[in-house]
T-cell receptor
Framework: GNSVTQMEGPVTLSEEAFLTINCTYT??????LFWYVQYPGEGLQLLLK?????DKGSNKGFEATYRKETTSFHLEKGSVQVSDSAVYFC???????????FGTGTSLTVIP | DAGVIQSPRHEVTEMGQEVTLRCKPI?????LFWYRQTMMRGLELLIY????????DSGMPEDRFSAKMPNASFSTLKIQPSEPRDSAVYFC?????????FGQGTRLTVV
């Protein structure tokens, strides 16, 4: 079946630290991969995406590379800010049917 | 476009009452999803529609939950009768293939 596994949280970092949130997936065929971010009291927002192997999605200093050989899509940022404090969700969708599969979310807190 | 619009933003109701949550998807999107989010269970897919037709409702907890999409611009999620364990944030999302766009959610509290 299709599923997404992401690292357990919560993650607490100091401002300007390097961030990695691991995400691996299981899927048949060639899924599209996404990172969503949820700020307190809000809905999920798309952060970045990649639709095929070796694609790199990037936005707001965040990056993730679609690695088919390791079935991974790890989220990275070189220098986090307090404003990055949020819950991050890894997700995949198959190109047929369009059903989304979300990970459990990783809570990030950045302290000054 | 104003994005996915959900109403109400907050709902407090007594156990046993009927609750109706509403969603207006982004115009032109042909997929609509209802999710429930709780601390214990995370984000759960309840049901999704394609072109107003329910495709997969296996995530609907029980018969107390029902969802409809009478047209391309409106969907409802109804809980009747409501129970305290239904307290959660309910999200609607829409898609046209590719990424899903989420509404702000409805925070439901059943007392």
């Amino acid at each position: 079946g299709n599923s997404v596994t992401q690292m357990e949280g919560p993650v607490t970092l100091s401002e300007e630290a390097f961030l990695t949130i691991n995400c691996t997936y299981t899927a048949t065929g060639y899924p599209s991969l996404f990172w969503y971010v949820q700020y307190p009291g809000e809905g999920l927002q798309l952060l970045l995406k990649a639709t095929k192997a070796d694609d790199k999605g990037s936005n707001k200093g965040f990056e993730a590379t679609y690695r088919k050989e390791t079935t991974s899509f790890h989220l990275e940022k070189g220098s986090v800010q307090v404003s990055d404090s949020a819950v991050y969700f890894c997700a995949l969708t198959k190109n047929t049917g369009n059903q989304f599969y979300f990970g459990t979310g990783t809570s990030l807190t950045v302290i000054p | 476009d104003a994005g996915v619009i959900q109403s109400p933003r907050h709902e407090v109701t007594e156990m046993g009452q009927e609750v109706t949550l509403r969603c207006k998807p982004i115009s032109g999107h042909d997929y609509l999803f209802w999710y429930r989010q709780t601390m214990m269970r995370g984000l759960e897919l309840l049901i999704y529609f394609n072109n107003n037709v329910p495709i997969d409702d296996s995530g609907m907890p029980e018969d107390r939950f029902s969802a409809k999409m009478p047209n391309a611009s409106f969907s409802t999620l109804k809980i009747q009768p409501s129970e305290p364990r239904d307290s959660a944030v309910y999200f609607c999302a829409s898609s046209r293939g590719g990424e899903a766009f989420f509404g702000q959610g409805t925070r439901l509290t059943v007392v």
